[in-house]
């Protein structure tokens, strides 16, 4: 075929550790996509659709796909999760269907092009076949596909510089225009600063995809804050800076270089006033990953760059820490990044810095902690030792926001992978969970007490009478409201009572 000049993007979500694009949140994919395609030449067109709109007209996507030279498929929800506002593509089978009903060639990028579908939560995921698979860089893969045609274009892995993608990435911001969640006003667009991860120089935790990206590479703050300016210029003003590993060390200098880079408070202070300087009236501005090993070893430097973040963001912030597990074994085998007392560090330095209460009912930054059953090592005695953590934390009066305790995903390439080639849960891991479901009652009644009011709600769902709410965030908070609303519609509520992973309330 020849060169690319219409181009439809079927937004199947990605959820990666290091990304999220499931609806409030949009992803780096289809804007640098969309992008790539802009600059090669102005005139050529490019379609957004996301999966849930495929699903509810898929006579009009067939229709669509006569018009355009090729239908690029992004998918890859690769962490194991439930959603309120969109349904990923994770079926095979609705894959082929995408592709039986396209008279155009399909590409498919994401994770799911390199590790396929439908693998998540202690599954191994399918191999899908594709007209043309992007296992790196969509901007580059659909720049070269604009100038000379798919069969020309690279599949380069992965990059060592952000020439090209800074230029696709701010280009591809009027994208925007045509996701679902622009109108509403909660559109909430992820922002990367680095790819890869700095674990990488130590093998990175047996599990995760970021460190066969290889060492990281940065992105220039001047670029990062351009992006944001082109976004708000369009009308965003929601965003999440989830794409990297570790946002305490972006700008570090030993990043690349050192397993554990010292952070840099200063580099973090030029991002985030770089971008409240072209985005005064921002809604949210939020973080994702917190490497609690980083701050474990640097706890000075650590509290100077939360102290940074906290300044110039907004309430309601999320640190997500990615302990997976605090048994000794499981962590050695693993290559994981603390134990116990340190995970404790860690816990301690963000509640001091971020728990005060900020203007939209919500504590400032709290951290949340991620756990991983099924690692190799693990056996009945490491749910004692996770629950301990969350004893002590208790016990200290340390705040949490969220607990995620989820299934190991076995991914080809990852060190697990080579250790085991089927994920097995020990025994007492259905007795942790349900602790931690009522730990997390427990705890959410202190984060949200009764009396609570919580502002900038967005009505995303109405289900047999009762609205569900959350506010635009990293991690939002579910607000159930007993009383059919508007989808869309922007409320204020106050807390009634809390659940494990919601609180009930009523408008105010």
């Known amino acids: 075929m020849g060169r690319v000049r219409r181009m439809l993007i079927v937004d199947g979500y990605t959820d990666e550790p290091a990304g999220l694009g499931v609806p409030p949140y949009l992803d780096v994919y289809a ?10 030449d102005s005139s050529n067109e490019a379609y957004y659709l996301t999966i849930d709109e495929v699903r509810k007209d898929w006579v009009g996507y067939a229709e669509l796909t006569k018009k355009v030279d090729l239908v690029l498929v992004i998918a890859g929800a690769l962490v194991p999760g439930k959603y309120l506002g969109g349904e990923p593509l994770r079926s095979p089978q609705e894959f082929e269907r995408l592709k039986f009903l396209s008279s155009a060639p399909v590409a498919l990028a994401g994770p799911a092009a390199s590790f396929g579908l439908g693998g998540t939560g202690g599954s191994v995921s399918s191999e899908v076949e594709a007209d043309y698979r992007i296992r790196g860089r969509v901007a580059h893969w659909v720049y070269e596909a604009a100038l000379w045609g798919p069969e020309s274009a690279s599949d380069a892995l992965w990059i060592d510089n952000y020439a090209l993608v800074d230029k696709a990435l701010i280009r591809g911001s009027e994208v925007v225009k045509q996701h679902p969640n622009y109108k509403v006003g909660n559109l909430t667009v992820e922002l990367e600063t680095y790819s890869g991860c700095a674990r990488s120089v130590g093998g990175g935790c047996s599990f995760c995809l970021a460190p066969l990206k290889g060492r990281p590479v940065q992105r220039d703050v001047r670029k990062i804050v351009e992006e944001v300016e082109a976004l708000y210029k369009f009308g965003v003003r929601s ?8 946002i305490l060390v972006y ?9 554990w880079p010292r952070p840099s408070p200063l580099a973090l202070r030029r991002l985030f006033q770089g971008i409240r300087s072209v985005a005064p009236s921002l809604i949210t501005l939020h973080i994702d990953n917190v490497n609690p090993g980083t701050i474990s070893r640097w706890p000075e430097e650590s509290e100077l760059a939360l102290k940074e973040i906290v300044r110039w963001h907004t309430p309601g912030d999320v640190a997500a820490m990615g302990i997976e597990s605090v048994d000794p074994r499981v962590v050695k085998i693993n290559n994981l990044k603390v134990l ?4 404790l560090v860690a816990i301690r330095i963000v509640n001091k810095v971020g728990r005060n209460r900020g203007w939209n009912g919500l504590p400032h930054l709290l951290p949340g902690i991620n756990f991983i059953a099924g690692l190799p090592g693990e056996s009945k ?4 030792y996770n629950k301990a953590l969350l004893d002590r934390i208790e ?4 705040l949490v926001r969220r607990v995620n305790l989820r299934k190991l995903s076995l991914l080809p390439g990852t060190q697990a992978y080579s250790l085991t080639k089927k994920v097995v849960v020990s025994k007492g891991y259905e007795g942790f969970r349900k602790y931690v479901m009522k730990w997390q009652e427990r705890m959410l ?3 949200v007490p009764p009396g609570t009011v919580l502002r900038n709600l967005v009505v995303e769902k109405v289900e047999k009478g009762v609205s569900y709410a959350r506010q635009p965030a990293s991690y939002p908070l579910t607000v159930e409201i007993v009383k059919p609303l508007p989808v869309g519609s922007w409320i204020t509520a106050v807390v009634k009572r809390a659940h494990s992973r919601s609180v009930l309330a009523e408008l105010r």
């Open 381 to 384: 005695e490491t749910w004692e």
């Open 445 to 447: 009644k202190k984060v």
């Open 340 to 343: 116990l007392d340190d995970a």
């Open 395 to 398: 016990e200290e009066g340390l």
């Open 31 to 40: 804007r640098e996509a969309y992008g790539a395609l802009k600059l090669v």
């Open 239 to 246: 965003f999440r800076l989830g794409r990297q590993s570790d």
């Open 251 to 259: 700008g570090s200098p030993d990043l690349g270089t050192e397993e």
